[in-house]
């Protein structure tokens, strides 16, 4: 119990606290606490991907063993993730070699990042467009007073952040400027929107401020597990 | 006597209104409609002139108002997936740092940042500045893990991260580097991000700390998240592909030299803008047979 | 030669992906198992270039590293990095069943880091900063006249503020003149999320785009 909740509590204080501390007394040790636990954290977020690495592996092996659901395309994600990895940290390839740099564009881990992830991960966003298309004719009603205070909002956005915007009232008279679309965007962008994006900050902070404050004293463990009372 | 059982099947079934077939649009139809707005654009180069608003060109003016020599430092914090809207971004901020002769530090707290390093080395520099000595008016830092414990890391001491630059080479064997110890000696940061770490974490763990100017160049699904801080936190903000634009048109406008290959932003607005009027014209139909479906149905019960 | 063979895979598993438009399908499915898969390498071996070797090992080690990274030829090691090491062991035991709780010590750091750097940065620049930044005169003079639109506007800004502020606080109930603010918030709320709306709108369509250009780019090689 002292070594799986007592002791990362601890250290979750220790560190926590160094840094809190560190903004208002920024002198040893706390200066160099902030800057040495600020390497740390860098060098341990790596591992993180190692484990992330890990992980799929543990989990798409696992399917392939027992022929799980769709466990002929988990043979894909291994084949490609293994690929991928030893082209990689081994620098198999192409010009650069051992000494040279892992992502140069002629190198083996170039080439599959430039053919296969680039593509990949730009389409699957783009998807988004279609689906953001069909979500705007079938959910985006006008039901109600603040329905449509939010889709005239949104129309005036979508004009006047484009160069129609300009054509669209460019017409009018310098004493009705304050209607040309452009302008009427920006003046939503920063007044009202900003209100409301605004508030909306401050009740985040407010709740990070205090979820961390828990954190560091030990009120709140749910990142320890089961065994966290 | 003949049998009128079609007729009376027919007459049966009700008969499809506008309003029946406005509320059941096939997707696969919205689909096409879309990719039509984007690509019949693309091919017949449909292209709008674009004017700078002032969030943006708060960042143009104070990139102006920097003396020569300046230390700039761009943060490449993006993936290839949002490269149309955050690449033109990032040349954009090069170009405009490179004619104003300053000193640019390119680095990236996303791993996915350095390619597009490596991206605006050749379609910038090696174009339009072959004269810039890497290591003397530029230089490319790379990626470090860490998020936001980078920043708030190099805040402090940028050469206990960066040992190296990009290639391996010793930090401290480049001019430009000599003398930086760390985020404090800028003049100004850019972040050119699109989620997270981004902006957010630029002004939060660099900017407020430090008191450093930090302008940004986002996605624009994150653009209206970050107008709180415009301007005491953040100078200025470039957002979304319009964002992009409009600084590009800054700088045609400053820099006419630079028209044949910083307009990537500007040429793509026209398709922006068409596939906008279709997003909009599909909302205006889907409340069209919502109010109509609605009013019908009142009929029916009054009925 | 090889940028044809690279635009040529790229086109095709963005066709792959697209196909999904019509409806699940296996070329979908093998696209994005593949991308599940060369993404999660992707990360760790530039993690492990670009972070590992040079700022851990290479700070341990530097002997051990000569001729792979240039490292200075003064190197010393620097042990203290020993920390991160162990704390970075202790994360992978999370793969091994039995011994998974050692982990909990490197996720300490990690949350401790994370709970003391948004506490105080949280607090300057989301709570404090934002609080300084709605502080704005609300009578706005300009060369001896009141400007009216920036008047306005900063009136509006800090209703806005406030009356959005009071739609989220719960702990009163939303009546009286209390409650009408909290309806006033919702209204600039929803212009919130109306312009949210339209951003996002205008972001989808230009990865779309971008998607487009580079479909454009491969027809081209092939008429």
Known sequence: MFFKVQIPLIITFIVGAALVIAMFVPHFPFYEANENFSIYFDLIAVFAFILGGGNLLKIHGDRIWRKGRDWKYSIVTVVGFLAMLIVGTLKIGGPPGFTGDVSASDSWFGFMYYSMFVPLQSTMFSLLAFFVASASYRAFRAKTKEATMLLVAAFIILIGRTPLGHYVTGWLPPQLQFLHIPNLSNWILSVPSMAGQRAIMIGIA???????????????????GGESK | MADDRPDKEQSSRPRKGVIDV???????????????????????????SVRTSPIVQAIFDKMESLPPGSKVLVSFDYAPSTVPENQPMAEAICR???????????????????????ALVTNVIERDFPGKVYGKDWINLGYKAGNQGLINAILLDLKGMYTTDVHGDPIDGFEMMRDVQNLADMSLIVCIGSGFPGVREWVQFAGDPGRIPVAGGVTAVEAPLLYPYYPRQLLGLMGGLQGAAEYESALVLKYPQYKEHAEQAVRLMGPQTVAHLVIIAFVIIGNIAYFGERSRQKRAKKA | MAHTFELWIGALLTLMIFSFLYKDNPFYKFAEHLFVGVSAAYWMVIGIWSTLMPNLVGRIAPNALQGVINMPEDAQPQYHFIVPAIFGLLMLTRLVERISWLSRWAMA??????????????????????????????VVVSSGHVAIGATFSAIVLIVGVISALIYFFFSKEHTGAFGATS???????????????????MARISLLTGRMQYLGEWLATIF
Do not use: C
Not at chain 1, 209 to 217: D, F
Not at chain 2, 23 to 43: N, S
Not at chain 3, 117 to 137: A, E, K
Not at chain 3, 183 to 201: D, P
């Open chain 2, 22 to 48: 406005l509320k059941a649009i096939d997707r696969r139809i919205i689909f096409l409609l879309i990719t039509l707005g984007v690509v019949l654009p693309l091919i017949f180069h449909l292209v709008f």
């Open chain 1, 206 to 224: 407010l709740g990070i401020i205090s979820t961390s404050l828990k954190l560091i004293l030990g009120i709140e463990r749910s990142y320890l």
């Open chain 3, 183 to 201: 309806r006033l918030g919702i209204w600039f709320l929803m212009v919130a999320f109306g312009a949210a709306f339209g951003y996002t709108v």
């Open chain 3, 109 to 138: 750091f990690v949350i401790g880091f994370a709970a003391g750097t948004n506490f105080t940065r949280y607090l300057q620049s989301d709570f404090v900063g934002q609080i300084y930044n709605s502080m704005l005169p609300l």
């Open chain 2, 96 to 118: 405009h740092a490179l004619a104003k002769d300053f000193k640019v530090y390119m680095m990236a707290v996303w791993a996915t940042g350095p390619p597009q390093v490596d």
